[in-house]
């Protein structure tokens, strides 16, 4: 099974301020999926990377996948209360398997 | 819609007694999982079926069986629960031409 690292574990930050995390593994990968799970919900899918170095944009989300298909990050920018949740990454192989997740608070 | 829906989503358990969790998916989709959740620990695969009627073990099936008998459902039971076993539980789906899972919104399970 390929293990996949995040980084941090833990992020709190004010409303309005930058962040990135980010997903590591020492293997190679087809895709990295990213997830994100609010309090007492389910995980809800924001994005799949495919390419080596591919950039994707989902709002104030930038996500993208290193060159070498072994790693992602996600940036947001102007954080809201809205962001908070549990950012998790995800690779299918036989099946999905996730990331330990970083979890994000972010305060008015 | 109602997507993956998640029967019950609280029980409390006494070490030793059974249950089962429900995972009801209204998408037609072949494939289901069972995901046990736990702090620091991310997502762990239990069992999965890739259609009606097959199951397979994942990364933590131990003291865990279930049964896909009709497409649309998927069971977890624990026939002798162990305080262990309390986690936050969940169901997911895929469809078998798309990449994305969809979860329900969890069962919270605590045993004593």
């Known amino acids: 099974t390929q293990l996949l690292e995040q980084s941090p574990q833990f992020l709190s930050i004010q409303e309005g301020e930058n962040l990135t995390v980010y997903c590591n593994s020492s293997?190679?990968?087809?895709?990295l999926q990213w997830y994100r799970q609010e309090p007492g919900e389910g995980p809800v899918l924001l994005v799949t990377?495919?390419?080596?170095?591919e950039v994707k944009k989902l709002k104030r989300l930038t996500f993208q996948f290193g060159d070498a298909r072994k790693d992602s990050s996600l940036h947001i920018t102007a954080a809201q209360p809205g962001d908070t949740g549990l950012y998790l990454c995800?690779?299918?192989?036989?099946?999905?398997?996730f990331g330990p997740g970083t979890r994000l608070s972010v305060l008015p | 819609n109602a997507g993956v829906t998640q029967t019950p989503k609280f029980r409390v358990l006494k070490t030793g007694q059974s249950m089962t969790l429900l995972c009801a998916q209204d998408?037609?989709?072949?494939?289901m999982y069972w995901y046990r959740q736990d702090p620091g620990m991310g997502l762990r695969l239990i069992h999965y079926?890739?259609?009606?009627?097959?199951?397979a073990k994942g990364e933590v099936p131990d003291g865990y069986n279930v049964s896909r008998l009709k497409k649309q459902n998927f069971l977890l039971g624990l026939e002798s629960a162990a305080p262990s076993q309390t986690s936050v539980y969940f169901c997911?789906?895929?469809?078998?031409?798309?990449?994305?899972?969809?979860f329900g919104e969890g069962s919270r399970l605590t045993v004593l």
């Open positions: 293997s190679v990968f087809s895709s």
């Open positions: 995800a690779y299918r192989g036989q099946n999905f398997v």
């Open positions: 998408m037609n989709h072949e494939y």
């Open positions: 990377v495919v390419t080596g170095g």
């Open positions: 079926s890739v259609g009606e009627g097959t199951t």
């Open positions: 997911a789906s895929k469809g078998q031409s798309t990449g994305e899972l969809f």
